[in-house]
């Protein structure tokens, strides 16, 4: 079965900052998908950024950029710029063969002004 | 695209109640996914859908769950007897077909309450 890690519950970061956050996952599967999530409070999940496992170019989405480590089984998720209404919950995924997302525990954004 | 539907946004009911919550995914979107996410937790997987049939459910969906999606459109998610681990955030998701990269979109969610 796979699992996904986020080993940081809650992160701050000056307005204009970059911050970078953190993912691991375990998987015996070669091909897959993966994903980072936002949700706002009490707002609707949305996604933020996918990446292709087969694809060794890291994704990107205008501030958004992962870091993506196949080897390490690693997807960090890169803000630059940060502004005031990236402030949400992260939740690192995984797409697995059956077709189910493999959420992690999420990472709890504050930015600062 | 409107966008997954989910009704009621909030629930609140009594112990040993049954409640019953609906889910319109996006139009022309085969799978329809249920998740529970209680507080402090990712989304964890319940069931899922591919058109009207339900292919898998979780050990978390014990015998006082049910889900249907007749006809392959909306869905409904049934608790029957409710206890107060029940309490959590439901999420509803749809996706247009099988293993891809197209994304799994969420609803707003049914947040279900326990007194």
Redesign the interface.
Known sequence: AQTVTQSQPEMSVQEAETVTLSCTYDTSESDYYLFWYKQPPSRQMILVIRQEAYKQQNATENRFSVNFQKAAKSFSLKISDSQLGDAAMYFCAYLNRDDKIIFGKGTRLHILP | DT?VSQDPRHKITKRGQNVTFRCDPISEHN?L?W?RQTL??????LT?FQNEAQL?KSRLLSDRFSAERPKGSFSTLEIQRTEQGDSAMY?C?S?PG??S?Q???????TRLSIL
């Open positions: 966008g799978r996914y998740y402090g937790q990712g989304p964890e997987f899922y898998e999420l998701a996706s099988t293993y990269n994304p799994q979109h969420f609803g707003d969610g």
